[in-house]
């Protein structure tokens, strides 16, 4: 019984609404609002943070604990210093562990491993080694890329993360760019290939109860610059050919989550990049491709964002936009309170309805719910392949 008790709590198998209510001062603004809306805002952030370990008073510890944290990003910085979230099998473990015993509702664990250069589980820390989309584009053996993906998605379920930003579905439309094609993550310039590829990516995950992120939306292959350092314009180079990749995998209900681009592309919208961009995201991806999942920025703290706008117009911009869970991979000691807290004011002002945050709240209950069915159905595989009586897991 204990097992199957952490395992729902821990990934996502039971959902249970958040305590944190208004304050009594914040409540007196607007009797309207609903009471929860403070723990639905946290769910809706998704943030990185330093550290192997948590200590019994840290930011993160807070955040989870106080704020209703959705979710976090696991990083690693590469060195020895103890700043990274990943070191080791058994360290990465008794860390998740940690977080989500804290978490009121279950938190999307996510971590970038792609394979290839863009692999956050090293091979120094413990972990194996896996080839990047490039490779396996070229091969273009989908059972060699379906045993990559099981060592892959067996690693991330042993570790207790159950969100994979991957795969990647930008077409290789220009080799130099220097954060898609020179980095190898992108498995083809083909849209079909890369359909083929991603597909499998997200089937072998599904079974071992992890989900996957598609990205980046609408595109960033054709791009010549990376929105990591500043604003892109893909106006004149971008191809329609890049929403492909997108559009199969959603009408194959083979999207759960979608991360968006930073790009700027005036065809689409004259005004604004992507993530902050409405026309963009509710009116081509949702009503367009008929996208009903949840929709994740890229991280705001990236130059194309960072450097454009100030943080609370980014987070107004993206919410209105359509976005669902804001991703912020680092910033101050009281980033989520103080997120939290500037999302509730713009609702109060009116510069965010509550409707977009009670939507958002509804695709992020639906897919954790989700996810912990996935989880508890690959426990099940894992048990009946073993011989052994599955416990109790409802």
Same mark, same amino acid.
């Given at each position: 019984?204990?097992?199957?008790?952490?395992?729902?709590?821990? $990934? @996502? /198998?039971? +959902?249970? #609404?958040?305590? &944190? =209510?208004?304050?009594?001062?914040?409540?007196?603004?607007?009797?309207?609002?609903?009471?929860?809306?403070?723990?639905?805002?946290?769910?809706?952030?998704?943030?990185?943070?330093?550290?192997?370990?948590?200590?019994?008073?840290?930011?993160?510890?807070?955040?989870?604990?106080?704020?209703? $944290? @959705? /979710?976090? +990003?696991? #990083?690693?910085? &590469? =060195?020895?210093?103890?700043?990274?979230?990943?070191?080791?099998?058994?360290?990465?473990?008794?860390?998740?562990?940690?977080?989500?015993?804290?978490?009121?509702?279950?938190?999307?664990?996510?971590?970038?491993?792609?394979?290839?250069?863009?692999?956050?589980?090293?091979?120094?820390?413990?972990?194996?080694?896996? +080839?990047?989309?490039?490779?396996? =584009?070229?091969?273009?053996?989908?059972?060699?890329?379906?045993?990559?993906?099981?060592?892959?998605?067996?690693?991330?379920?042993?570790?207790?993360?159950?969100?994979?930003?991957?795969?990647?579905?930008?077409?290789?439309?220009?080799?130099?760019?220097?954060?898609?094609?020179?980095?190898?993550?992108?498995?083809?310039?083909?849209?079909?290939?890369?359909?083929?590829?991603?597909?499998?990516?997200?089937?072998?995950?599904?079974?071992?109860?992890?989900?996957?992120?598609?990205?980046?939306?609408?595109?960033?292959?054709?791009?010549?610059?990376?929105?990591?350092?500043?604003?892109?314009?893909?106006?004149?180079?971008?191809?329609?050919?890049?929403?492909?990749?997108?559009?199969?995998?959603?009408?194959?209900?083979?999207?759960?989550?979608?991360?968006?681009?930073?790009?700027?592309?005036?065809?689409?919208?004259?005004?604004?990049?992507?993530?902050?961009?409405?026309?963009?995201?509710?009116?081509?991806?949702?009503?367009?491709?008929?996208?009903?999942?949840?929709?994740?920025?890229?991280?705001?703290?990236?130059?194309?964002?960072?450097?454009?706008?100030?943080?609370?117009?980014?987070?107004?911009?993206?919410?209105?936009?359509?976005?669902?869970?804001?991703?912020?991979?680092?910033?101050?000691?009281?980033?989520?309170?103080?997120?939290?807290?500037?999302?509730?004011?713009?609702?109060?002002?009116?510069?965010?309805?509550?409707?977009?945050?009670?939507?958002?709240?509804?695709?992020?209950?639906?897919?954790?719910?989700?996810?912990?069915?996935?989880?508890?159905?690959?426990?099940?595989?894992?048990?009946?392949?073993?011989?052994?009586?599955?416990?109790?897991?409802?």
């Amino acid at each position: 019984m204990r097992r199957a008790w952490l395992i729902l709590l821990g $990934l @996502g /198998g039971l +959902l249970v #609404l958040g305590l &944190g =209510g208004l304050n009594p001062t914040f409540a007196k603004k607007d009797n309207s609002l609903p009471p929860d809306l403070k723990t639905k805002i946290g769910q809706m952030l998704m943030v990185g943070f330093q550290g192997g370990n948590i200590g019994a008073d840290t930011a993160i510890v807070r955040a989870v604990r106080d704020w209703n $944290l @959705g /979710g976090v +990003l696991l #990083l690693n910085y &590469g =060195g020895a210093d103890g700043s990274s979230n990943i070191q080791s099998p058994q360290q990465l473990k008794s860390l998740i562990d940690s977080l989500q015993n804290l978490a009121v509702e279950p938190l999307f664990v996510a971590v970038d491993q792609e394979g290839g250069r863009i692999s956050r589980l090293k091979p120094a820390n413990g972990f194996p080694s896996l +080839l990047s989309a490039a490779d396996l =584009g070229k091969k273009d053996d989908v059972e060699l890329t379906a045993r990559q993906a099981q060592i892959c998605a067996a690693m991330l379920a042993a570790a207790g993360i159950n969100l994979n930003f991957a795969p990647v579905v930008d077409l290789n439309l220009n080799p130099s760019n220097p954060v898609i094609g020179r980095l190898d993550r992108s498995y083809s310039p083909d849209p079909e290939k890369v359909v083929r590829h991603a597909g499998k990516i997200i089937e072998v995950h599904r079974e071992y109860g992890v989900l996957c992120s598609l990205k980046h939306f609408p595109g960033h292959g054709s791009a010549g610059a990376d929105s990591h350092l500043g604003f892109v314009d893909v106006t004149q180079i971008w191809q329609r050919q890049e929403l492909v990749p997108f559009t199969r995998l959603i009408e194959a209900r083979q999207a759960d989550i979608i991360m968006t681009a930073h790009i700027f592309n005036a065809r689409l919208d004259k005004n604004n990049p992507a993530t902050l961009s409405r026309d963009t995201l509710t009116g081509l991806l949702r009503r367009q491709l008929n996208f009903q999942g949840v929709i994740i920025s890229d991280d705001l703290m990236m130059g194309a964002i960072g450097k454009n706008y100030s943080y609370e117009d980014s987070l107004a911009k993206a919410i209105n936009a359509g976005v669902d869970i804001l991703l912020v991979s680092g910033g101050p000691k009281n980033l989520v309170p103080h997120t939290v807290e500037t999302i509730q004011r713009m609702v109060v002002e009116g510069r965010i309805e509550v409707s977009r945050i009670e939507e958002s709240s509804a695709r992020i209950r639906a897919l954790k719910q989700r996810l912990g069915e996935m989880r508890v159905e690959a426990l099940r595989k894992v048990d009946a392949k073993a011989g052994r009586e599955p416990d109790c897991y409802l």
